[in-house]
Structure formats: C-alpha cells, structure tokens
C-alpha cells in the first residue's frame, strides 16, 4: 500500500508498506506513537512489553485503523522472553523487519547525588534502559542475519547521552551514553548484513514518565528557556524521525543519532 492520498512516488520511499516492526515498549508513551505511526504507513506491527494491557491497547488501536497490530507480554530484561517475543513474530508475520526500542526511562524515581549513587538503583536504570535494549534486539539481529533480508533498528537515546543535567541523573546519563554508543557500534558490526541502526535523542517529551517534572513550572521554564523552539516535545515529534529513519528513505543513514530537541543540542 503506497502512502494514503500521495500522488507523489517519491513519498513511497518513506513507506513501511509490508515491513514487520518490533515495537519493544509499544505500550508506553513514545513506543505507542511510533507503533501507531509505523502501521499507518505500511507496518504489520508486534507491540510488546512487560504488562500485556497497554501493549493490547496500542494493537487493537492499530487494528481499528486497518493495519495489523500484535500485543505480546514479555519482561525484556529476560533472556528468554526477549527470544520468545522475537519468535512470536516471526510466527505471526513471517519475519521481523524493524525493532524499535522504546523501554527506558526511570531517571526522575532515582534522583542521587552522583558522589552517593546507590548501586541498586544504578542496576535498576541500567537494566531497565541497556539491558532491555541490547536483548530483543540481540534476537531480532540474529533471525535478520539468518534471513539475509537486512533490516533496520531504532533506539531511543536521549540529549542526556550528550549533555550534564544539575539533578541527580548519574546513572541516566550513563545508560543513554551507552545507548549511544551501542548504536555507533552495532552500526559499524551489522553493516554487512545490511542491516542499519541509528538513534534518536529526544529532550524532555511531554509524557507521564516526566508529567511530575514538568508540572513544576520553574522547572518547566528552566527546561523551556533553554529550546531556541520554545517548548518541550511531544510524541509526535518523534514519529516523522522515526519512520525516515527506519525507511528507505534512510537507506544510507546508519550510526547516526538524531537530535529531537527544538534545537537545545544546537546552542551547547
Ligand atoms: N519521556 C521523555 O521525556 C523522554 C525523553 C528522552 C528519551 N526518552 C526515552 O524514550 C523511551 C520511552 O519513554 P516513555 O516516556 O515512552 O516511557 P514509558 O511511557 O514509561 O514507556 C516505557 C514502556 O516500557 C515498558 N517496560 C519497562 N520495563 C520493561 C521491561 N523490563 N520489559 C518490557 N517492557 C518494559 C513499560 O511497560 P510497563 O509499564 O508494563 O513497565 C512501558 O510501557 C525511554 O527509553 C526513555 O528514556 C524519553
């Protein structure tokens, strides 16, 4: 299916039409926009994440605007339910074509002064933003590779890879850096089976992991004084990012991590 109301065959390139996406975290925030995002331009899509309800919502959403959604329940922490949410896809939709990694987060419920950062929550962060990053796509990668079709994959980054915060973001910091740094790597290592990886790295988007933040209007202010644009995201910012650079549109892009910041990266 070419892009809904395009006279212009040059928009195809931008089209998903018959790719299978792995959205990990497609129940969340950022994950359920680009998810929905994705199918409306061709995607048969795998929505999974810990709790089964959100992932459901954003596939039956998926559903009812005639595309294909599949929620899967899986902690992609674990090794094993990050293979099998991989292999219900594929069971399903024949292959997996993208993944997207949209599990992250935590910063603001673990807010230590970085010369005192416990280890419990430092593994928390990590696990929660690295470790559920690197294993659904470690099996996407390998069924890719197997299936020699290439492929695409899409991490969520953040300005705070690039950038100090005066909170208490130590092991955020870090996870993101990693995050970044993992997608240079697995850019450079995958190439040659055509398979492509890059990152996007929002600033501050207006969802409930940071509603509590953001409410507080001096810090808001703060936030927002520094955005030559004026504001802070919102998640559908992040869509037309994320279908260029997982489409063909992008077909030469890879390693690359783009900033979605209303231009705060560009004043540092
Ligand atoms: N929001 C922002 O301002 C912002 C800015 C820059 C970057 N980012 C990044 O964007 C990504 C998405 O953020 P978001 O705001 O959309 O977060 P979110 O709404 O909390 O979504 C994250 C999703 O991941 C799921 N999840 C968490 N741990 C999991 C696990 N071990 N296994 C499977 N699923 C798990 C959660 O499901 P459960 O609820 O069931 O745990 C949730 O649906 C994160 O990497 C975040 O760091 C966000």
């Not at 690039?162 to 909170?167: D, E, H, R, T, Y």
């Not at 910012?237 to 900033?259: E, K, N, R």
Request: charge should be negative; glycine fraction near 12%; hydrophobic fraction near 50%.
């Amino acid at each position: 299916m070419a892009l809904e109301g395009s006279t212009m065959g040059q928009l195809d390139i931008f089209s998903l039409d018959g790719r299978v996406v792995l959205v990990s975290g497609g129940g969340g925030a950022i994950g359920s926009a680009i998810a929905e995002a994705m199918a409306g331009v061709g995607a048969r899509v795998a929505v999974a994440g810990r709790t089964l309800e959100p992932c459901q919502a954003t596939a039956e959403r998926i559903n009812a605007a005639g595309s294909e959604g599949l929620a899967l329940a899986g902690d992609m922490t674990s090794e094993a339910d990050a293979d099998r949410v991989v292999a219900e896809t594929i069971a399903r939709f024949g292959a997996v074509d993208i993944v997207v990694n949209a599990i992250g987060g935590g910063a603001g419920k673990a807010l230590h002064p970085a010369e005192a950062y416990p280890r419990s929550d430092w593994d928390w962060i990590m696990e929660l933003n690295v470790r559920s990053t690197v294993l659904p796509t470690q099996a996407a990668i390998r069924a890719m590779i197997e299936r020699g079709a290439g492929g695409a994959v899409l991490n969520l980054s953040s300005v705070r890879a690039n950038l100090g915060i005066n909170a208490g973001y130590s092991a955020y910091v870090a996870a993101k850096g990693a995050i970044s740094a993992l997608t240079r790597q697995w850019a450079t290592e995958w190439a040659r089976h055509g398979i492509r990886v890059n990152a996007i790295m929002p600033t501050f988007v207006d969802t409930p992991q940071v509603a509590t933040l953001l409410a507080d209007p001096a810090f808001k202010a703060g936030i927002v004084n520094r955005i030559p644009l004026a504001r802070v995201g919102e998640t559908n910012d992040l869509v037309g990012p994320a279908i260029f650079l997982c489409s063909d549109a992008a077909s030469f892009v890879t390693g690359q991590i783009l900033g979605i910041d209303g231009g705060l990266t560009a004043t540092q």
